[in-house]
């Protein structure tokens, strides 16, 4: 049984910082892209970061310089180090794993972790 487990989420203000994880359970972690989404009230989930199997990265541009994507291949877990928060981050932030392999597409969600910046 494949898990995606989110924590770190809570609420802090403008201008702090939050490290969100992801434990993954049930998949061949070496083998999946991971990556952080989020959801924000009455808005469509969006790409915030993804982090390749081979260490590679890629960043929203409304996050770049301020979010820092990082995986332990060791430990299964996918980590977003968010900086310089704004009330525009707010929203429910999800772990995503994904892999295409021999044209078969494998994906999974955690269950989400809610993230409010205000002050």
């Known amino acids: 049984q494949v898990q995606l487990v989110e924590s770190g989420g809570g609420l802090v203000q403008p201008g702090g910082s939050l490290k969100l994880s992801c434990a993954a359970s049930g998949i061949i972690f070496n083998d999946y892209t991971m990556a952080w989404y989020r959801q924000a009230p009455a808005k469509q989930r969006e790409l915030v970061a993804v982090?390749?199997?081979?260490?590679?990265?890629n960043y929203a541009d409304s996050v770049k310089g301020r979010f820092t994507i990082s995986r332990d291949n060791a430990k299964n877990t996918v980590d977003l180090q968010m900086n310089s928060l704004k009330p525009e981050d707010t929203a429910v932030y999800y772990c995503?794993?994904?892999?295409?392999?021999?044209?078969?597409?494998?994906?999974?969600w955690g269950q989400g972790t809610q993230v409010t910046v205000s002050s």
């Open positions: 995503k794993a994904y892999r295409l392999r021999i044209g078969i597409e494998s994906e999974y």
């Open positions: 982090v390749f199997i081979g260490g590679s990265t």
